[in-house]
């Protein structure tokens, strides 16, 4: 009877211990690629512009979940670093598609679209962003995440874990009310594209929402959202800023690319 409890409570412990660790993965890599794709932005457009996921936070989500995936999927093979590649790439452009599918579902926006790029599928995903995964996949799980684990480990030590257990849910309370005023926000968006430029849309009952709110403006969401396109339509691909076109859609241009 004792051992059953004790291992029922190793049990107990170790999801408690998977279910912090693993919000503060997702939480730690989402600002990471936030950072990542800032800097991408930089380097192929010359300027610095939002890339983020959602209205307030510097989080960009995709990062996030392709992170915990690996790390809960691939960690046992840290020490294989084909299996990695291979892994991480599987698994970062599953994650990809799947997110951009849903969004659009949900949304009927594009944050990305890789079409006419080799092996490209449906635009969601493709060969040169799987291989970048894989790479992703080999730094984090080697080099990256048992750093970030020696720190979580080190502030445990000279933290009451209380306060980082309290810091945590905060984080996970602003994310979930970031995530769905910004649901609200790209719902009321879509509205008032619909209707600004009448556009001829199978999903028109869905347009009947709308929010009168300068929090939502397309000045705010386009710099918000520069690269957004219409999904799922005869409009399918077309950028918002082509629509919107006396908007800024950045914050600093630093040089131009040509």
């Given at each position: 009877?004792?051992?059953?409890?004790?291992?029922?409570n190793?049990?107990?412990?170790?999801?408690?211990?998977?279910?912090?660790?693993?919000?503060?993965?997702?939480?730690?890599?989402?600002?990471?690629?936030?950072?990542?794709?800032?800097?991408?932005?930089?380097?192929?457009k010359?300027?610095?512009?939002?890339?983020?996921?959602?209205?307030?936070?510097p989080?960009?989500?995709?990062?996030?979940?392709?992170?915990?995936?690996?790390?809960?999927?691939?960690?046992?093979?840290?020490?294989?670093?084909?299996?990695?590649?291979?892994?991480?790439?599987?698994?970062?452009?599953?994650?990809?598609?799947?997110?951009?599918?849903?969004?659009?579902?949900?949304?009927h926006?594009?944050?990305?679209?890789?079409?006419?790029?080799?092996?490209?599928?449906?635009?969601?995903?493709?060969?040169?962003?799987?291989?970048?995964?894989?790479?992703?996949?080999?730094?984090?799980?080697?080099?990256?995440?048992?750093?970030?684990?020696?720190?979580?480990?080190?502030?445990?030590?000279?933290?009451?874990?209380?306060?980082?257990?309290?810091?945590?849910?905060?984080?996970?309370?602003?994310?979930?009310?970031?995530?769905?005023?910004?649901?609200?926000?790209?719902?009321?968006?879509?509205?008032?594209?619909?209707?600004?430029?009448?556009?001829?849309?199978?999903?028109?009952?869905?347009?009947?929402?709308?929010?009168?709110n300068?929090?939502?403006?397309?000045?705010?969401?386009?710099?918000?959202?520069?690269?957004m396109?219409?999904?799922?339509?005869?409009?399918?691909?077309?950028?918002?800023?082509?629509?919107?076109?006396?908007?800024?859609?950045?914050?600093?241009?630093?040089?131009?690319?040509?």
């Open positions: 009877m004792e051992n059953v409890l004790e291992l029922k190793k049990k107990e412990k170790i999801i408690k211990f998977n279910i912090w660790y693993t919000s503060t993965y997702f939480i730690f890599y989402s600002f990471c690629g936030f950072l990542l794709e800032t800097f991408f932005g930089l380097y192929t010359g300027v610095i512009e939002s890339r983020q996921s959602f209205l307030f936070g989080f960009c989500i995709i990062y996030g979940i392709g992170a915990v995936l690996m790390i809960t999927f691939l960690s046992s093979f840290k020490n294989r670093p084909i299996v990695l590649f291979f892994g991480s790439s599987i698994l970062g452009a599953t994650a990809e598609y799947s997110m951009s599918y849903i969004c659009e579902k949900i949304f926006f594009k944050w990305w679209d890789y079409t006419g790029m080799t092996l490209s599928i449906n635009g969601r995903t493709c060969l040169y962003f799987a291989v970048m995964w894989g790479i992703l996949g080999i730094l984090l799980i080697k080099y990256v995440n048992p750093f970030i684990d020696k720190i979580i480990n080190f502030l445990k030590e000279k933290i009451d874990i209380r306060v980082l257990k309290t810091s945590l849910l905060l984080l996970i309370g602003f994310l979930i009310f970031d995530a769905a005023i910004s649901a609200m926000a790209l719902k009321s968006f879509y509205a008032k594209i619909v209707k600004d430029f009448d556009l001829d849309v199978k999903n028109a009952e869905y347009a009947n929402f709308s929010v009168d300068n929090l939502f403006s397309e000045e705010n969401m386009l710099l918000i959202y520069p690269n396109q219409i999904a799922g339509t005869k409009y399918n691909s077309t950028y918002i800023d082509s629509l919107y076109k006396n908007h800024k859609t950045y914050y600093v241009r630093l040089f131009s690319k040509k």
